[in-house]
């Protein structure tokens, strides 16, 4: 699920002590007291353990060669503030966007407006996706559920290991607002897709994941963004991680020429 937008990290966390309390109406909701992820903004990242992925599906095959300069060049500035970068693996979790498409049929069993006649314009392609789900069968779904789960084990394997996860935030990096392919790296893909890779991680395994911005591309047109993936309510560390980047660059007071 996609959060909030906010024009820096200190906003982002105080926005989340509003709209992160207990909702009991929402059963996705967690009945736990509401906590200021802003006390400990000023924590700095020494000796904090950064994952960065060694996997392919991270980096070559959907993001374009001057997005990971970009990106790892950002990995690098929390290296020098005193994080432990690490290597790791997450190679089930190339099939995080494929995992969730016979599951995109739940958000209309949960909310049943979304498929009223009314959204149909709004919702076109979301409309489109759910319908090829709902049709489908229920090994697929079922298969779906199976890949989704393996997915959470690595993820959570991975986070015993390092107390944050480093990546690319996932865009449509160049793209016109109608293209429907996209060339990266000599290979055509699907363009509005792409993204979705790493950025449904998040939203399969259940645990916070931020997005700061890091740099610009195309000739300073397009921006790029670092995401960095937590633990279980690990909120606080997240924001701890992305505050200090925040501080020590200018990309978030910067805008494309348009």
Known sequence: MAGTLTKTVSDNALVLGVVGAYDQADPASINRPVRDCRTGLG?????????????????RHRLTEEEEAIVRRAIL????????????????????RTSTVPTVSEPPAMNPGLTAAANEGAWRALLESTGAAISGTFEDYLEAIRRRAFIKQEVVAALREVDVIAMATGSSFGDRWDARTATIRGKVLQARS?????NTLAAICG????????????????????????GPNDEALLYRVAYAY???TEWHKMVPPL
């Open 77 to 96: 500035v929390l290296e020098d503030l005193g994080a432990d970068i690490h290597e790791i693996g997450l190679p089930r979790s190339a099939e995080a």
């Open 246 to 248: 925040e501080q020590v």
């Open 207 to 230: 645990h916070p994941a931020i997005s700061v911005p890091c740099g610009f591309g195309l000739g300073g047109t397009f921006p790029v963004g670092l995401m960095l993936h937590g």
């Open 194 to 198: 792409r993204g979705t890779y790493r």
């Open 43 to 59: 924590g700095g990242v020494a000796g904090i353990r950064i994952g960065v992925p060694t996997d392919d599906w991270v980096w």
